[in-house]
């Protein structure tokens, strides 16, 4: 089984930072993929930012030049560096995986995805 942990949500002001962090670990042979999505009340799950393995990046339109996706290969951990903060930011905050189990999983290309239990992210106005 694979956990994916996250922390660094809270409360902030507009304007203000936060870093949220996911750190995976459990029975992991390789990451393909990991990304952040949010869902607001009322409002459907959507993509965030999204890091594969080799480094490629992609962010919503609505967070470009505000946030920023790192992750630690080492760590099993990927990272979102928030700035310039607004109302319309918040939501719950969930880390996502896409890996390979083990050696089998990976020869066979068959990828597993798996999802934290989300971390709420409250921005003031």
């Known amino acids: 089984q694979v956990q994916l942990v996250e922390s660094g949500g809270g409360l902030v002001q507009a304007g203000g930072s936060l870093r949220l962090s996911c750190a995976a670990s459990?029975?992991?042979?390789?990451?393909?993929?990991m990304g952040w999505y949010r869902q607001a009340p009322g409002k459907q799950r959507e993509l965030v930012a999204h890091?594969?393995?080799?480094?490629?990046?992609n962010y919503a339109d609505s967070v470009k030049g505000r946030f920023t996706i790192s992750r630690d290969n080492a760590k099993n951990t990927v990272y979102l560096q928030m700035n310039s903060l607004k109302p319309e930011d918040t939501a719950v905050y969930y880390c996502?995986?896409?890996?390979?189990?083990?050696?089998?999983?990976?020869?066979?290309?068959?990828?597993?995805?798996?999802w934290g239990q989300g971390t709420q992210v409250t921005v003031s106005s």
């Open positions: 996502n995986a896409d890996l390979f189990a083990s050696g089998t999983d990976y020869l066979r290309g068959y990828l597993r995805d798996y």
């Open positions: 459990g029975s992991i042979f390789s990451i393909n993929a």
């Open positions: 890091i594969v393995s080799g480094g490629s990046r």
